[in-house]
């Protein structure tokens, strides 16, 4: 226990420090103080507790991190998604850069700081009231540490004809930034937007980004998120959405880089006939480790989700993913598919893969499915009979089955740029000496609902 | 252009192969016959490289090259082809995507130049007028959905983009209907050249009434026990594979 606490006392100092240097109004002071004292309180998980069984976030725990300079100037080509039509505005270390982003036309979107600032009450209103700080001890730590971020409104009726996109970079030895987006979308309105996390330099840093996001009634969300920290970093990311009656959010992640991924999407359908379509690609090669939970809570009747994730996942790498579907007592008619498919390309690789369905109405339709496979050895043999070399002919069935979720983004022109860093990351997935239509026992779990 | 020497071959410890000699020389077509069992899926297989089969001995020309130190990839670059028994289904991948990357890898090794979309496509639409292959199905996954009639003639649809030297046909007329054997014939007989050779393996005579055949072989129990022409496949359509177990006694 006394090592805990050593372990959270260069959190409490970086806490005193920007209680001392920060403004803020004073709601916000307390709720930072508040946040201290539950990740206090909790502390960082352990493999004890039932939502990190499969991933120790010990490096995290261990490491010292200090604040991030916000200041310093990226280098060229760190933007993972350069070139994109969109209205961007960019982060570094956690703090918005104006001189980086693109003036936006129309949007209410900007620093988070300014708007706190500033005494904006869309943010007093809606900040910390949906990722809730007392049971996730990452997100508590993001609170207490809350400084700036993305402050976004969508008026009601607006439809925004270019995605909306927030590159959060990051960089620095043993430094960390707690980005923050507050993502209100007013009744009626439709827009795309993207929040990429990217870093450069060879430091190790700690990335611990919390997402909120409103979807007004009626109105229509393509949120994508797309994960490329440097090699060797950590990212602790939570992403809570709460959709109002007859909206429709389409949420997709794409997880390709760092050491620990850690992702915790959730969406509360609070409003008749809202519909939630969770999407995910995870890969990982080398040691890394990727672990996505989410949860859909269908909270009023007449709402429908569909959750597809894929994994591809090779050399020692392992993945986790938790699907949880809880169906309010009320929640009638809910119509909810589930789908966990995960590709092994190595003996070493794994995965745990666990739905958890807790239904307490009776009128649902509730479907769930996990697989892990390796690659098809007959389809490989096919290719390669046609002419195809054996690395080619894996690298078509891996883009193939990431191909399952891929195709389901609707914004081609972010959609290839994701296929790109997937062809980028297969040397690194798959070792090149391994024989083709090598057929392994790779180890894998596949939890039984409970 | 194809030699085949003292073949034998295992699956796991059970020797199926157990010496195959096979002149196949460029124009000819040859038809291996033999009841179930008797190793010609096998011998298709080790031709094609399939890891499955481990060869104990023999060897493998192609083109006076050693085929068994090639892999299935470079077997196809250099002009080898089969025809799959049962084409595999692959999610996911379209049949246009897989097809053109197969004949600019072949293209390539040829030292000719790759073929861009249009030309390729080009290509495709004079070949699927004379195979009758739906264009429909050259969008879709590769084989899948296909009913057997539409893989087999995919097959075939294949080896007319790809033009290889030498094509092995693994039961490529089992389960079709006749207007599927027809048109599978039909594009085999329209392939068929002074440069290329071919080899049928087929369990029944049905094939050889559309494709004729300049040799006749039948394998029993991992043998070519009977060599002959077109005339000895309708002697085996009288007497049936019964008969074999006594000529192997005699012999």
Same mark, same amino acid.
């Given at each position: +226990?006394?090592?805990?606490?050593?372990?959270?006392?260069?959190?409490?100092?970086?806490?005193?420090?920007?209680?001392?240097?920060?403004?803020g109004?004073?709601?916000?002071r307390?709720?930072?103080?508040?946040?201290?004292?539950? !990740?206090?309180?909790?502390?960082?998980?352990?493999?004890?507790?039932?939502?990190?069984?499969?991933?120790?976030?010990?490096?995290?725990?261990?490491?010292?991190f200090?604040?991030?300079?916000?200041?310093?100037?990226?280098?060229?080509?760190?933007?993972?998604?350069?070139?994109?039509?969109?209205?961007?505005?960019?982060?570094?270390?956690?703090? !918005?850069?104006?001189?980086?982003?693109?003036?936006?036309?129309?949007?209410?979107?900007?620093?988070?700081?300014?708007?706190?600032?500033?005494?904006?009450?869309?943010?007093?209103?809606?900040?910390?009231?949906?990722a809730?700080?007392?049971?996730?001890?990452?997100?508590?730590?993001?609170?207490?540490?809350?400084?700036?971020?993305?402050?976004?409104?969508?008026?009601?009726?607006?439809?925004?004809?270019?995605?909306?996109?927030?590159?959060?970079?990051?960089?620095?030895?043993?430094?960390?930034s707690?980005?923050?987006?507050?993502?209100?979308?007013?009744?009626?309105?439709?827009?795309?937007?993207?929040?990429?996390?990217?870093? !450069?330099?060879?430091?190790?840093?700690?990335?611990?980004?919390?997402?909120?996001?409103?979807?007004?009634?009626?109105?229509?969300?393509?949120?994508?998120?797309?994960?490329?920290?440097?090699?060797?970093?950590?990212?602790?990311?939570?992403?809570?959405?709460?959709?109002?009656?007859?909206?429709?959010?389409?949420?997709?992640?794409?997880? !390709?880089?760092?050491?620990?991924?850690?992702?915790?999407?959730?969406?509360?359908?609070?409003?008749?006939?809202?519909?939630?379509?969770?999407?995910?690609?995870?890969?990982?090669?080398g040691?890394?480790?990727?672990?996505?939970?989410?949860?859909?809570?269908?909270?009023?009747?007449?709402?429908?989700?569909?959750?597809?994730?894929?994994?591809?996942?090779?050399?020692?790498?392992?993945?986790?993913?938790?699907?949880?579907?809880?169906?309010?007592?009320?929640?009638?008619?809910?119509?909810?598919?589930q789908?966990?498919?995960?590709?092994?390309?190595?003996?070493?690789?794994?995965i745990?893969?666990?739905?958890?369905?807790?239904?307490?109405?009776?009128?649902?339709?509730?479907?769930?499915?996990?697989?892990?496979?390796?690659?098809?050895?007959?389809?490989?043999?096919?290719?390669?009979?046609?002419?195809?070399r054996?690395?080619?002919?894996?690298? +078509?069935?891996?883009?193939?089955?990431?191909?399952?979720?891929?195709?389901?983004?609707?914004?081609?022109?972010?959609?290839e740029?994701?296929?790109?860093?997937?062809?980028?990351?297969?040397?690194?997935?798959?070792p090149?000496?391994?024989a083709?239509?090598?057929?392994?026992?790779?180890?894998?779990?596949?939890?039984?609902?409970? | 252009?194809?030699?085949?020497r003292n073949?034998?071959?295992?699956?796991?410890d059970?020797?199926?192969l157990?010496?195959?000699?096979?002149?196949?020389?460029?124009?000819?077509?040859?038809?291996?016959?033999?009841?179930?069992?008797?190793?010609?899926?096998?011998?298709?297989?080790?031709? &094609?490289?399939?890891?499955?089969?481990?060869?104990?001995?023999?060897?493998?020309?192609f083109?006076?090259?050693?085929?068994?130190?090639?892999?299935?990839?470079?077997?196809?670059?250099?002009?080898?082809?089969? &025809? $799959?028994?049962?084409?595999?289904?692959?999610?996911?991948?379209?049949?246009?995507?897989?097809?053109? &990357?197969?004949?600019?890898?072949?293209?390539?090794?040829?030292?000719?130049?790759?073929l861009?979309?249009?030309?390729?496509?080009?290509?495709?639409q004079?070949?699927?007028?004379?195979?009758?292959?739906?264009?429909?199905?050259?969008?879709?996954?590769?084989?899948?959905?296909?009913?057997?009639?539409?893989?087999?003639?995919?097959?075939?649809?294949?080896?007319?983009?790809?033009?290889?030297?030498?094509?092995?046909?693994?039961e490529?007329?089992?389960?079709?209907?006749?207007?599927?054997?027809?048109?599978? &014939?039909?594009?085999?007989?329209?392939?068929?050249?002074?440069?290329?050779?071919?080899?049928?393996?087929?369990?029944?005579?049905?094939?050889?009434?559309?494709?004729?055949?300049? $040799?006749?072989?039948?394998?029993?129990?991992?043998?070519?026990?009977?060599?002959?022409?077109?005339?000895?496949?309708?002697?085996?359509?009288?007497?049936?594979?019964?008969?074999?177990?006594?000529?192997?006694?005699?012999?």
């Amino acid at each position: +226990m006394i090592e805990l606490k050593e372990e959270l006392q260069s959190y409490a100092s970086c806490f005193d420090r920007l209680q001392q240097r920060a403004g803020g109004p004073a709601w916000l002071r307390q709720l930072r103080v508040a946040a201290m004292a539950r !990740f206090t309180e909790l502390g960082f998980p352990t493999r004890r507790q039932e939502e990190w069984k499969y991933t120790s976030v010990a490096p995290v725990a261990k490491g010292a991190f200090a604040f991030g300079d916000g200041l310093i100037q990226p280098p060229e080509g760190v933007d993972p998604l350069a070139g994109l039509d969109c209205h961007r505005l960019a982060f570094v270390n956690g703090r !918005f850069r104006a001189d980086l982003s693109s003036v936006l036309d129309g949007v209410e979107a900007g620093s988070l700081s300014a708007a706190l600032n500033t005494g904006n009450e869309l943010v007093e209103n809606h900040l910390a009231r949906y990722a809730s700080y007392q049971n996730h001890p990452f997100v508590a730590l993001n609170t207490a540490l809350l400084e700036d971020g993305a402050a976004v409104r969508i008026p009601a009726g607006t439809i925004l004809e270019k995605p909306l996109y927030l590159l959060w970079l990051s960089s620095g030895e043993q430094t960390m930034s707690h980005p923050r987006s507050l993502i209100v979308v007013g009744a009626g309105s439709q827009v795309s937007i993207i929040e990429a996390y990217a870093g !450069f330099g060879e430091g190790v840093y700690f990335t611990n980004p919390v997402s909120e996001i409103v979807v007004g009634e009626n109105s229509i969300v393509e949120y994508y998120k797309v994960q490329r920290e440097r090699p060797g970093c950590y990212h602790v990311a939570t992403i809570q959405s709460e959709q109002q009656r007859g909206s429709t959010l389409h949420s997709h992640s794409a997880s !390709f880089g760092a050491a620990l991924v850690r992702n915790d999407i959730n969406s509360v359908l609070d409003g008749e006939g809202a519909e939630c379509v969770l999407d995910g690609l995870y890969t990982g090669g080398g040691a890394q480790h990727i672990d996505n939970h989410t949860t859909l809570d269908h909270a009023q009747p007449h709402c429908s989700t569909r959750e597809y994730y894929h994994g591809i996942l090779g050399g020692r790498a392992s993945g986790v993913f938790s699907g949880r579907i809880i169906v309010r007592k009320d929640a009638q008619k809910t119509d909810a598919i589930q789908s966990n498919k995960n590709l092994l390309l190595s003996e070493e690789a794994s995965i745990n893969s666990k739905p958890q369905l807790e239904i307490y109405a009776d009128d649902v339709r509730c479907t769930h499915g996990a697989t892990v496979g390796q690659l098809d050895a007959d389809a490989l043999f096919y290719l390669r009979s046609r002419g195809i070399r054996a690395e080619e002919a894996r690298n +078509m069935l891996i883009a193939a089955f990431a191909g399952g979720v891929l195709d389901r983004i609707r914004m081609g022109a972010l959609r290839e740029r994701l296929e790109e860093m997937l062809r980028q990351d297969l040397q690194s997935l798959l070792p090149v000496q391994q024989a083709a239509g090598h057929a392994s026992a790779a180890r894998s779990r596949l939890h039984e609902v409970p | 252009m194809l030699s085949i020497r003292n073949l034998h071959a295992n699956v796991g410890d059970k020797e199926i192969l157990k010496g195959i000699d096979l002149e196949v020389k460029a124009g000819q077509v040859h038809a291996v016959m033999g009841p179930n069992g008797s190793g010609k899926s096998t011998l298709a297989g080790v031709l &094609a490289g399939r890891e499955l089969f481990e060869v104990t001995a023999g060897e493998v020309l192609f083109e006076g090259k050693n085929l068994l130190e090639m892999k299935p990839e470079e077997r196809a670059r250099l002009g080898l082809f089969m &025809a $799959f028994q049962y084409p595999v289904e692959i999610p996911g991948v379209s049949n246009m995507y897989f097809l053109r &990357a197969a004949l600019n890898a072949i293209r390539k090794e040829r030292g000719e130049e790759e073929l861009d979309a249009v030309d390729f496509m080009q290509l495709v639409q004079e070949k699927t007028r004379v195979l009758e292959v739906g264009e429909n199905l050259l969008s879709r996954p590769v084989n899948v959905g296909f009913s057997g009639g539409e893989k087999k003639r995919n097959e075939i649809f294949q080896m007319a983009v790809l033009e290889p030297r030498l094509a092995i046909l693994d039961e490529t007329d089992s389960g079709l209907d006749i207007d599927a054997l027809k048109a599978v &014939a039909a594009g085999v007989n329209a392939m068929r050249s002074p440069e290329r050779a071919m080899v049928l393996v087929t369990h029944y005579q049905r094939l050889l009434n559309y494709i004729v055949p300049d $040799f006749v072989h039948v394998m029993y129990d991992g043998r070519i026990i009977r060599s002959g022409g077109k005339e000895l496949a309708l002697e085996l359509e009288e007497t049936g594979y019964a008969g074999l177990e006594e000529t192997v006694a005699a012999q």
